[in-house]
């Protein structure tokens, strides 16, 4: 599945290689301003970003770049072709560069023809990428940044944090610290101005002096052969236009059609960036200043490797905006020094292989905990998520999975396997439950997981056992007036349903039946396959939709059903949009998947798109005040958002009091809790904390995963808000309405 050049070794990054994944890790998460100073970005980012999106359609313009951005991947050599002969007729001198060293050798020898030893450069990410400063400095080239993020980070002797915000991870104290020591005068520790002032003062000299400027580019202009740039601090036409020489430094993906695709770019890239209308300065520029020598570098640098695979051509359409690092919840705990490589956030999850080899992003996969957030915010709806597992899925394929992880997925793969394990387990864990909890804080190793979450029992009895399993029930006489009555529905429970919550599961069936529902138990369901596929393992994942698609099709052979309902969100986004892709190459499996999927609906959904039940027709005497957690799956995968709202308040008459937070994950991502318990923690008690201060004490959501993590982590702090399934709430509704018509 890898294509060699992502195992390849970067001799010249190997020289300047990080410390161990782990340091940086543990570094990160005992480093408490690291949570206020991009936590507090991340929540005002989201608030300027919605007021910036709110007098545009911003859904029309991403669509439409995505097609242009399309448009130029499929036909990515004809666009570089015209680009490099209308900016030639422009008079700049156009080179092409294979890889990091091409790139560094070019930038070297117009340096060396001109007798330059310092280069004034503007913000670059493609120069970090190539490691220009390092490379440049063993030729006895000094290249000064002259963004003042990048400048700071650069005598701080660090990488850049954030693909837009190179510094910020660091606080103004930490700032004004580093001045103090840098700079020949005393700067402030708390007014940001007069810091960027000592930082304009320490650079301006730069711009006369140096005898080559360099920029990045935004977008390449095809049929002109003009370089954009965007910049909010004006540095960047300074570079570009003070030197006599100015390079500009480019990766191939950078290209647009015409001015008019330019300019839509700009209209989505300000407000995905800094949540700005428009950035200060966007500079265009056409062949070299007059009188000056102009030369642009277009970088390929593993970029035609990944447009030649399906699975990643996409993330070529990236504008650099870092909106993924800005909603990602393990980035705001560990930082993009940790979570990326030189690229951070989502995005350098996903490219990082393509540039520096699989091996640099090999670890830093492993934190994102796929809350899909990053691909709703994404200007170019990239899908990032899936882009991250097929990295993982790579890393697994070379490198293997943990020992703890290929046990567990041996059996969970096998039903049988996973019968005799989860029987042994209930009596085993029975003398330690309390309240179908397990608590076991003292015991080493263990102590990590355990000492700030309880974990769940096994269930007495499975929900299979609870009910005909292979059969049906019939519907019971309808309580209200709905458009499912009639209809036949196959309950898909989710293994974690089954084995650990069949409460919920019978709340769905009765629900389903109160509504005037048939419900058919389907017989041979054993786990959908999301926690191997999560955990990168492809053969198992398909090992194990198979079984799925196999148990279903065979039950609905023998009573077909309208209808395949599950009360887990993400059993629903597995069966519904994962298995697309995980089959993209099986055309009999990906037929059979999308037949099963066209019928597959999670429980909230069916109530408000088929049941349809009218607003008022099941209020409560006394309303229920509760919260509501969106989950990932159901928020970003599925698109739940006002839909479980509606039913809560408007049909049951609940008192929804809403989270004061801003959507975020409760940190559970299945293994991702176990595997990083310190940042899921935290994420779990911001949430449960943000539930509490809403004055309920029930907690309402619709996934077992969440509910599993929320509840262990009210048991273990002592809690006591109450953790539900929707459907619970919406099975005891309708039981007490049945009470008042018996």
Known sequence: MAPQLLHRKDDRIEEHAEEPFSVRYQRAIDNPRLRRNIGGFQIGWRANRERAISDIEFDQLRNQFKSTKSHVVNNLERFIDLFESMATLAGANVHRAA?????????????????ATQIAKSKSMVSEEIELNHALA??????????????IVQQAHERPSHIVGPALHMGRHEVGELLNRVVDREVSLEDIPDQVRAIRDAVRPVFF?????????????AESGTVMIVTNEGNGRLSGSMPPVHIVLAGIEKLVPTFEDAVT????????STGQRLTVNTTFMTGPTPGHEMHIILLDNGRRMMKAMPEFAEALHCIRCGACSNVCPPYAEVSGHVFGHIYSGAIGLVVSGFHHGLDSIAKAQSLCLSCNACEMVCPVEIPLPRQILDVRKMVVETQGLSPIKRMVLAVYSRPDAVNVTTGLGRFLDRPLARNQMIRNRRIPKINRQTRWRSLPALAPQPLR????????EEALQPVVANGAIGKTVALFPGCMTDRLYPEQGIAIAESLKLLGVRVIYPKGLNCCGLPANNMGDADSAKRMARQTIEALESQLARLPADYIVSGSASCVAMLTQDYEHLFRDEPTWLLRSQQLAGKVMDFTSFLEKVAKIEAGALPSGTPIELTYHDSCQGMNALGLKQEPRRLLTEVLGCELRELDDIPMCCGFGGSFSFDYPEIAQRLMDRKLDAAEQTGARLLVTDNQGCIMHLRGGVDAEGRTIEVKHIAEIVAARLTEVKSTID
């Open 99 to 115: 890889d990091a060293a091409d790139a560094i050798e070019l930038v070297r020898r117009i340096c060396e023809r001109h007798g």
């Open 138 to 151: 063993d030729h006895g080239i000094e290249v000064v940044e002259t963004d003042a993020g990048e400048w």
């Open 209 to 221: 002096t140096a005898g080559v400027g360099m920029n990045g580019a935004n977008a390449l202009i």
């Open 265 to 272: 770019q700009l209209r989505i890239l300000g407000r995905s």
């Open 465 to 472: 056992s609870l009910t005909p399993s292979g059969s049906f």
